[in-house]
T-cell receptor, first 114, second 114 residues
Framework: DQQVKQNSPSLSVQEGRISILNCDYT??????FLWYKKYPAEGPTFLIS?????DKNEDGRFTVFLNKSAKHLSLHIVPSQPGDSAVYFC?????????????FGEGTQLTVNP | DAGITQSPRHKVTETGTPVTLRCHQT?????MYWYRQDPGHGLRLIHY???????DKGEVSDGYSVSRSKTEDFLLTLESATSSQTSVYFC?????????????FGPGTRLTVT
């Protein structure tokens, strides 16, 4: 049972344009959502998060949008830069989840072309 | 993040041999986790710990055991390695609860079972 899904394994965009990465979840108990970025041969690094009481959170070029009714979140990167090329994972957790566990999606490989 | 390290970074072992991977953190975080990353599966939780000597199973725990005798160390043991356990293993830590749900990852261990 894949509770967090990223349906696009890969995404390619031009430098300077917007990158939109999508994530869907099925568990209505999730109330905290995060995005991680991963470069090859490195561990994932935390990028941005959003609580279920909000529908938008912004940090510089990165904005996460949450649509609770659709159980959908997205990460917007504007403008995209070649250094943004990486695998992006979305993750979800809940205050009722023991051990503060997170459930991760499969990841989306973003390639930003110069 | 230098606050969490893993050893070894690479290991090749033969089927049937025991293997122990070590995770060490210097942040005094309560929660620690072991994940494996495989193509098409994202990050899957193996085991986690919510305190010294307090551990529990994740979604892919078969064939793995863990121990946490000190806050800073979390060990993952493969009692008898199999080829299906060839993977990249990541350790993570989190404050958890009101301290935040963000998890911070180590650099990973690439394990090959021949």
């Amino acid at each position: 049972d894949q509770q967090v899904k990223q349906n696009s394994p890969s995404l390619s965009v031009q430098e300077g344009r917007i990158s939109i990465l999508n994530c869907d979840y099925t568990n209505s108990m999730f109330d905290y959502f995060l995005w991680y970025k991963k470069y090859p041969a490195e561990g994932p690094t935390f990028l941005i998060s959003i609580s279920s009481i909000k529908d938008k959170n912004e940090d510089g070029r990165f904005t996460v949008f949450l649509n609770k009714s659709a159980k959908h979140l997205s990460l917007h990167i504007v403008p995209s830069q070649p250094g943004d090329s990486a695998v992006y994972f979305c993750a979800a957790g809940g205050r009722e989840t023991s051990g503060s566990r997170l459930t991760f999606g499969e990841g989306t490989q973003l390639t930003v072309n110069p | 993040d230098a606050g969490i390290t893993q050893s070894p970074r690479h290991k090749v072992t033969e089927t049937g041999t025991p293997v122990t991977l070590r995770c060490h953190q210097t942040e005094n975080h309560r929660y620690m986790y072991w994940y494996r990353q495989d193509p098409g599966h994202g990050l899957r939780l193996i085991h986690y710990s919510y305190g010294v000597k307090d551990t529990d199973k994740g979604e892919v725990s078969d064939g793995y055991s863990v121990s946490r005798s000190k806050t800073e160390d979390f060990l993952l043991t493969l009692e008898s390695a199999t080829s299906s356990q060839t993977s990249v293993y990541f350790c993570a830590m989190a404050k958890g609860g009101t301290g935040g749900y963000e998890q911070y990852f180590g650099p990973g261990t690439r394990l090959t079972v021949t």
